[in-house]
Every structure is written in structure tokens, then in C-alpha cells.
């Protein structure tokens, strides 16, 4: 079982930036894809991105060029970097270790 900690939200305005943290209860080397999520309110829940254990990245469409995710093995954590943001990424993001453990998410609002 892996147990995931999400952390780094907060409140931005609309053009900043956030750090996400995920960092896993044990070694993530044997965790093959861990991923993002997020859920804005009155929405479902929806994939943001993911990163395999290689390193290969992949973003949804609205986050292209803005969202970055990596991975650091030896902390067992993986980060969700968000530049320019804007308010419609106001929403919970989790993180997803092989589409089976969840974290707790943590709250992203960016108003003005």
C-alpha cells in the first residue's frame, strides 16, 4: 500500500506560480506512472498529467507549456511546477500513484 501526501497549495493571483509536492509513504522506483489530478468545484474530477518511472511526461491540452511535472526518486516525491496560472485552475489537485492510491489533494485557488 502506498499512502500519498499532497502539499505546496495555497492562494495565487491570476499570472503566478505554484509548487506542488507528492510525496509517497515509500519507494515510488516501482511506482510506474504517478499522476495529477485536480477537481474544481461543481466538476468532475480530471486528469492534469502524469510522469512515468523514465521520466516521460504527458500534460492534458489546457496545461501545455504552463504545468511541469518531475519526479525525484531518491525523496520518493513528485512535483506538479504551475506557472501563469489563471483562475480556472482554481481546483483540489491530487496526486495518483498507478491509478490506484490517492492523496488527500490539496487547494489551489488563484484569484485576485
Known amino acids: 500500500q502506498v499512502q500519498l501526501v499532497e502539499s505546496g497549495g495555497g492562494l495565487v493571483r491570476p499570472g503566478g506560480s505554484l509548487r506542488l509536492s507528492c510525496a509517497a509513504s515509500g519507494s515510488i522506483l516501482s511506482i510506474a506512472i504517478m499522476s495529477w489530478y485536480r477537481q474544481a468545484p461543481g466538476k468532475e474530477r480530471e486528469w492534469v498529467g502524469r510522469i512515468g518511472n523514465g521520466g516521460r511526461t504527458y500534460y492534458t491540452d489546457s496545461v501545455k507549456g504552463r504545468f511541469t511535472i518531475s519526479r525525484d526518486n531518491a525523496k520518493n516525491t513528485v512535483y506538479l511546477e504551475m506557472n501563469s496560472l489563471t483562475p480556472e485552475d482554481t481546483a483540489v489537485y491530487y496526486c495518483?500513484?498507478?491509478?490506484?492510491?490517492w492523496g488527500q489533494g490539496t487547494q489551489v485557488t488563484v484569484s485576485s
Open positions: 495518483n500513484a498507478d491509478g490506484t492510491w
